[in-house]
């Protein structure tokens, strides 16, 4: 069984979400964050 849309999307978004997050405070202190 494989959930409409697929897993692969679910995983990257949240992969690309614990990587901003990582690097957010260092985005606000530097002024990149748009």
Not at 3 to 17: E, K, L, P, Y
Not at 20 to 29: R, S
Request: proline share 0%; hydrophobic share 40%; with cysteine.
């Amino acid at each position: 069984c494989e959930r409409v849309g697929g897993t692969q999307s679910i995983s990257f978004d949240v992969r690309v979400i614990a990587a901003t997050n990582k690097d957010f405070v260092e985005l606000i202190k530097n002024g990149q964050f748009r």
